[in-house]
């Protein structure tokens, strides 16, 4: 049980910081097919159910789950305050469970499924647009019909169980193109945050994005781009705040970070070489703050792509 639970935990299933109870069928063993957990903000799964419920679990990431059986499964969750509810999941179709929102399901066969999770973060960056900044709330949501997000599953376990050979610049196409299925099939736009009152106007959002990526292995400060936009530091820093949801050294650094993640893809590039061109300090620096941002360190991501 205890290993149930600590795959339950890195698969998001739903990934939660105190997991409730979990069941398992006693008529069929685990199976897992394709299995994907150090690819950056994502965590990706297939193979044969053998879960029988979940009660009461929080999960920490966005969830979605595909039945690609061919049989319908019959599954019940239970409402926010209400009583477990029938469902029924034909193949081809998914449902999706908020990062946040407590979870208890039962669940009545065995199936074939495919399971993603994506980092609520990540999912907000991948569905935003960099000039007009937006937010997108998930809402819980059964029964979505989506061959889109059906291929995509498919081309992320395609690409995991070669190796990722196309890096993880291929893969972070293909979650940029599940984040706006997610947002389009059970998205809930927050009103109110396209635009702010009292952020850059657009020219100068333009500017500082140009200047911040000409000058990523640089220092740059923020009276520097204050001045080329023509405020005073202290509006500009609050003026982008209210416009890309971080200040500007923590979008910089964002933004080296993920400069280094594509550049981790070439081949014959060290670690040191890497943290020097994204504008690190040193390895060790870049290696602190790439963990934090993506949750596996730089060195691994390298050895799983040269296996």
């Not at 994005?209 to 609050?238: D, P, T």
Request: glycine share 8%.
């Amino acid at each position: 049980m205890q290993n149930v639970k600590r795959q339950l935990v890195e698969m998001n299933i739903p990934q939660a910081s105190a997991l409730g109870r979990v069941s398992l069928r006693s008529d069929n063993p685990q199976v897992v097919t394709t299995q994907q957990l150090d690819w950056p903000g994502l965590r990706l799964e297939a193979g044969i159910n053998n879960i029988a419920s979940v009660d009461d679990a929080v999960g920490l990431h966005h969830y979605v789950s595909m039945n690609v059986d061919d049989r319908p499964v019959m599954f019940e969750i239970k409402g926010e305050r209400g009583p477990f509810e029938r469902f029924v999941l034909r193949r081809g179709t998914a449902w999706v469970c908020p990062a946040g929102e407590p979870i208890s399901i039962r669940i009545n066969s065995s199936f074939r499924y495919v399971r993603m999770s994506i980092d609520p973060l990540y999912f907000s960056r991948l569905s935003s647009n960099q000039t007009e900044p937006r937010q997108v709330e998930l809402r819980r949501s059964h029964g979505i019909a989506s061959s889109q997000i059906g291929h995509i599953l498919g081309a992320m376990i395609a690409e995991s169980d070669a190796g990722n050979p196309s890096g993880l610049g291929f893969v972070e196409h293909l979650a940029a193109g599940m984040s706006h299925q997610l947002s389009l099939h059970a998205g809930v736009r927050t009103p109110g945050v396209v635009r702010h009152r009292g952020g850059l106007s657009g020219a100068a959002r333009r500017r500082a994005l140009e200047l911040m990526h000409e000058n990523l292995n640089s220092n740059m400060s923020v009276q520097f781009l204050a001045a080329q936009v023509g405020l005073s530091a202290a509006h500009f820093a609050r003026a982008f705040r209210e416009s890309f949801g971080l200040p500007p050294h923590r979008y910089v650094l964002r933004l080296r970070l993920e400069r280094s993640r594509h550049m981790l893809d070439e081949e014959n590039r060290s670690l040191a070489d890497v943290a020097q061109r994204a504008g690190f300090a040193d390895q060790s620096h870049f290696t602190r703050f790439f963990k934090r941002e993506f949750g596996v360190t730089p060195g691994t991501l390298v050895r799983n792509r040269r296996r």
